[in-house]
């Protein structure tokens, strides 16, 4: 055992002694250092590659304010100026505020679109409404992140409503035509919702849309978040009544046509659908965006996960699996799937994909520490993503293992290898595994170096946070270590794979070669096979395995197969590998052991 | 003591009789040649011996330990070149010593020196193997086969690419180890004058078939025996021509003189014969050695392959 061990620190000795190599592996090492530095160099760079140039001007009168272009369009500091107030067009509500003031003058010159001119008058006095509605919030609100851009589309028809109840006395066809011109009122609704009530109520309604613009502005003026969210809430109790109400009358509609019933009772699953989407999705996100003081818009982990959590329960509410019978009536479900076992599988796959989302994000959002999702620019997620790395360490095995034994025929040393007082099969595997520590080694050392390296150059911090599971939170170490580890199991199996053909072939390049075809071919293979719904045979191949990183990694290729249903199994891969790699090192053994050296 | 032994050994290669029942040995402090001209079986033997070649019938036993069955043993007790000695050229001679020493045990820096030094590569032992001559190649080929002081050494042609001096001084090396340390030496070469030099024993093979033995030094006692091969210079060539051809022997005229192969102990009656038949004899050359001549007319292979 002792004499095997110096065997195979010779052996190491002796491939590193191959300057091609050597050259090859401190790339390698380097590497792993220099990315993390270059993507902090890249990611310090200033965005933005228009340059300094600023053009001369050109500035138009519309009646209503005072809008400067620059020469070329589009090309950013576009302002208008309203009242003396200048709005530039990074403001939300630029654009707002500049149509308006276009349209106020083009159709103040083109008077015969209105049936009087009071109409005319009306209609630019409800503009003039909007115009200083909107000027309000651009003085305050200048980013499109920011919460309260959201809240101006809330507050429309408040303004709209004191304007009616404001004018309710004005006649009701010149009132219509403006409304009409407008925002699209619908004659009825003008009657029922605005005329056809009481004085008292038409009071009671101005004073709701006063007090109701009062609260908006309250919010906007304090940038008072606690009752921005009471007031997202009343509104979605309110959507939930007027759902409702639409469920009512579709109720109805049912008993007055009993032969439209399928498609009604369709409608009104949709109208629950959203009720429940309200009740147990919109308002308890809201709730945990007021307890955790999470303001919508800004661009932080929080507010991803939120969206997170959001968008993933939407998507379970409309995927559910339909029974056996359903699923025959659907002919593009039957020809996606081919059998109902498989829709099942795949359906619940995409469902505990959204369930494992809403899970990493509800319990990131619980600790107060974000997933690694949620810090793509962080240290964690740079060395997951550089779990790729063992692709080269790969190729760099093939290359090793391909060249280890070949050389030594097409060199000659065979001859004088194997007249030593050792077995053939001790000296083959003093080189098999001699070549594989090398590969680990720089494997291993690399990943590490680059951790570090993300570390010195995104933060330590991010390391502290934990990953989560359905199991649970785990520290980073424990999620990434096997995952590292595993990735070690395509090197050898890549390495055993070329080192077999170097045994047969004795020829270095071909025993390179046939590897590296092989893991190109398999690529373009898997892909041009998985392309509209997965070659399921492909997942009992080694094929998907030997880039078992791309399994780790989110948003990879092999990711996107497995969405497609290719049945990966992880155990069973690596198993498969394991196997075929002993089979290999057998085989190169036999085959080793029983022949002539003819060199 | 017997090193080698080599018994009824067959060697057939894509059903190609290579070897047929070869049997040979080598005692301890004993050099043997072994001869023959390409493509006789001198490297398969060799590779057969050096565990190389699976041995397809017969055995071979290397200080009594079987090659096929017991090789690790065998070959603690061997040491070799087989063809060209070819070293890692990405490595210094130093480090491709050191590699193949990592393969035997108890090799210490100090022997790998002390068998440097023997090889007279000492200057160049540091430097990269792709920058040798052929003949320095050699050199470290022979060192590595001394590495682990093997009692066996088989040599596979090792005077190819060695100058003159450096061809005098493996032989003074080999006949050292030879006489004073008591190792064996079993040694394949086309160069005959230098198996005369150095061999005791000579084996010569010819299609995989050992087709002679010879014992140098046993020869030069009965000088009698020996062949050689001698000038006539006479007054009548062609009649002398005409009379050894009635001995049936190997003649021809050449150089204004007969050239003609026979024993040294039947010239005494051939000139008395001559003399008889009034043919004036001016002189008659004995050439050194004849070795060459026999292994001619031994061979059945072609004779041009033989310098």
């Known amino acids: 055992m002792k004499g095997f061990v110096k065997q195979i620190k010779y052996e190491i000795k002796n491939i590193i002694k191959s300057k091609f190599l050597f050259i090859i592996s401190i790339l390698l090492l380097v590497t792993a250092v220099v990315l993390p530095v270059f993507n902090l160099i890249s990611s310090k760079k200033a965005p933005d590659g228009i340059g300094d140039y600023y053009p001369m001007p050109i500035v138009a009168t519309a009646k209503r304010g005072i809008i400067e272009r620059p020469v070329y369009p589009g090309m950013d500091n576009e302002t208008i100026t309203i009242d003396g107030i200048t709005i530039d067009s990074s403001n939300p509500f630029f654009w707002n505020l500049s149509s308006i003031v276009n349209e106020m003058e083009y159709i103040e010159n083109d008077k015969d679109r209105f049936d009087s001119i009071e109409a005319l008058d009306l209609t630019l006095s409800l503009m003039e409404a909007e115009l200083q509605y909107y000027l309000k919030f651009a003085q305050v609100v200048t980013d499109y992140t920011d919460y309260r851009t959201e809240l101006a589309w809330r507050g429309m028809q408040s303004v709209y409503d004191k304007f009616i109840f404001e004018n309710i006395s004005v006649p009701e066809e010149i009132l219509l035509e403006s409304l009409n011109y407008r925002m699209g009122m619908d004659p009825e609704m003008l009657k029922n919702k605005y005329l056809e009530i009481s004085s008292e109520e038409q009071l009671a309604a101005l004073d709701k849309a006063e007090e109701d613009l009062a609260a908006l502005f309250n919010i906007l003026e304090n940038n008072d978040f606690t009752s921005y969210i009471e007031l997202r809430i009343e509104q979605e109790k309110k959507t939930i009544e007027d759902l409702k109400e639409q469920i009512a009358i579709q109720e109805e509609e049912i008993i007055k046509n009993p032969s439209q019933e399928d498609i009604i009772n369709d409608m009104i699953m949709e109208l629950k659908r959203q009720i429940t989407n309200i009740e147990e999705n919109t308002i308890p996100i809201l709730q945990l965006r ?310 | 003591m017997e090193l080698l032994r080599v018994n009824n050994l067959t060697k057939i290669i894509k059903k190609k009789k290579i070897l047929d029942k070869i049997s040979l040995h080598v005692n301890s402090g004993e050099i043997v040649g072994f001869l023959g001209p390409n493509g006789a079986g001198k490297t398969t033997t060799i590779k057969l011996i050096m565990g190389l070649f699976r041995i397809t019938e017969g055995e071979i036993s290397i200080c009594g330990h079987d090659v096929a069955s017991d090789f690790e043993n065998a070959m603690k007790h061997v040491g070799g070149i087989v063809e060209n000695p070819d070293l890692y050229k990405r490595m210094t001679g130093r480090e491709n010593l050191e590699y193949f020493a990592s393969m035997h045990e108890g090799v210490t820096k100090e022997s790998i020196d002390g068998i440097v030094e023997l090889v007279k590569m000492s200057d160049r032992i540091d430097d990269k193997v792709k920058t040798y001559s052929l003949g320095m190649c050699q050199r470290i080929g022979i060192a590595q086969a001394l590495l682990h002081n093997p009692k066996l050494l088989v040599l596979d042609e090792p005077t190819n690419g060695l100058d003159p001096i450096g061809i005098k001084e493996l032989r003074d090396m080999l006949k050292y180890l030879s006489k004073e340390v008591g190792v064996g030496v079993f040694i394949s070469s086309h160069l005959l004058s230098e198996m005369e030099l150095m061999c005791d024993r000579i084996y010569i093979i010819d299609n995989g078939v050992i087709i002679g033995e010879k014992s140098i030094h046993q020869e030069e006692e009965s000088v009698d025996d020996v062949i050689y091969q001698y000038t006539f210079v006479t007054s009548n060539n062609m009649k002398t021509l005409e009379y050894f051809k009635e001995l049936q022997a190997n003649c021809e005229i050449a150089n204004g003189g007969v050239n003609v192969i026979m024993k040294r102990g039947e010239i005494p009656n051939i000139i008395a014969k001559l003399v008889q038949e009034n043919i004036l004899i001016y002189a008659v050359n004995q050439k050194h050695r004849s070795l060459e001549q026999d292994f001619i007319s031994m061979t059945t292979g072609s004779k041009t392959q033989i310098r």
């Open chain 1, 290 to 599: 007021l307890e955790r003081n999470i303001i919508p818009g800004e661009n932080t982990w929080q507010n991803r996960a939120i969206s997170d959590i959001e968008n993933n329960r939407q998507f379970l509410s409309y995927n559910q699996i339909v029974t056996e019978e359903e699923f025959r009536q659907q002919p593009w479900l039957v020809q996606q799937y081919k059998t109902y076992t498989r829709y099942v599988e795949a359906m619940q796959a995409q469902i505990d994909e959204y369930k494992n989302a809403i899970l990493i994000a509800e319990q990131s959002i619980e600790a107060d520490k974000p997933d690694m999702k949620y810090v793509p620019k962080g240290s964690r997620y740079r060395t997951v993503q550089f779990l790729n790395y063992s692709v080269f360490i790969t190729l760099f095995a093939v290359l090793i293992g391909g060249w280890l034994i070949a050389s030594e025929f097409q060199q000659g040393t065979i001859r004088l290898l194997m007249i030593r007082p050792k077995s053939r099969i001790k000296i083959l595997m003093a080189k098999f595994i001699s070549a594989i520590v090398i590969c680990v080694i720089i494997y291993i050392s690399g990943s590490l170096l680059n951790a570090v390296t993300n570390g010195i150059c995104f933060g330590f911090s991010d390391f502290a946070f934990p990953n989560y599971t359905i199991s649970g939170e785990i520290n980073f170490v424990s999620y990434y270590l096997p995952k590292m580890l595993a990735c070690i199991i395509p090197i050898i199996f890549g390495y055993s794979f070329a080192f077999l053909l170097s045994v047969l072939i004795k020829n270095a390049a071909v025993a390179i070669a046939i590897p590296v075809a092989g893991f190109i071919g398999g690529s373009i293979l898997m892909a041009t096979l998985s392309y509209g719904g997965a070659a399921r045979w492909i997942a009992y191949t080694p094929l998907p395995y030997m880039q078992l990183s791309s399994i780790f990694i989110q948003d990879s290729l092999i990711q996107y197969y497995i969405r497609n249903g290719m049945p990966i199994n992880l155990t069973y891969g690596i198993m498969l590998m394991i196997v075929l790699s002993a089979i290999f090192v057998i085989l190169s053994s036999v085959l080793f052991e029983k022949r002539d050296i003819l060199h």
